[in-house]
């Protein structure tokens, strides 16, 4: 965390560190569903959360079914009190019918509550996507990967949270 004071306005400011991490404890929500592309995205998350000195004792992973249930999951995370931080990692890919609307916007808004009904940062990492190219994009390949981005926006979250 950085904090300074500007003299001359008297204006403090907070900044979330990347660094010491060592006693961090994240929840990690992963829906299954689309598995094969969901799982780099953990394996992104698990990369950035280790090289960032999180402790793996302090990492806990939660499998459920899909995008729809992990609000539920992440709720769960939240009120158990044994997280600073929670990440939540899937795939929706738009289908031919209204399914992919609802899913990816229940998903959102449902993790949007809880991060705020229980105070603690909720990452949303569900990729959300046109089709399977855009989502490989997304996983590792071109478009970076958005699991490691999600796990360290975490990071600096529960950091800048902790210093307010």
Do not use: W
Not at 27 to 47: H, P, T, Y
Not at 96 to 111: N, R, W, Y
Not at 146 to 156: P, R, S, V
Request: glycine letters at 10%.
């Amino acid at each position: 965390m950085t904090t300074f004071t500007d003299q001359k306005n008297a204006i403090t400011h907070l900044d979330g560190a990347l660094y010491d991490n060592a006693n961090l404890r994240i929840g990690i929500a992963v829906g299954r569903f689309n598995g094969f592309l969901v799982e780099s995205l953990v394996e992104g998350a698990l990369d950035a959360l280790l090289r960032h000195g999180v402790q793996g004792k302090n990492i806990t992973i939660v499998r459920v079914p899909g995008a729809f249930e992990l609000p539920l999951t992440a709720k769960r995370l939240a009120t158990s009190g044994k997280f600073d931080a929670i990440v939540v990692l899937g795939a929706i890919i738009r289908g031919a019918t209204p399914h992919f609307d609802i899913v990816a916007s229940e998903s959102a808004k449902g993790l949007s509550k809880v991060a705020l009904d229980h105070d603690i940062p909720v990452i949303n990492g569900i990729l959300t996507t046109e089709n399977i190219e855009q989502t490989i994009e997304r996983a590792g390949t071109k478009a970076g990967n958005k699991g490691f981005e999600a796990a360290m926006t975490a990071i600096e979250m529960a950091s800048v949270l902790k210093a307010i």
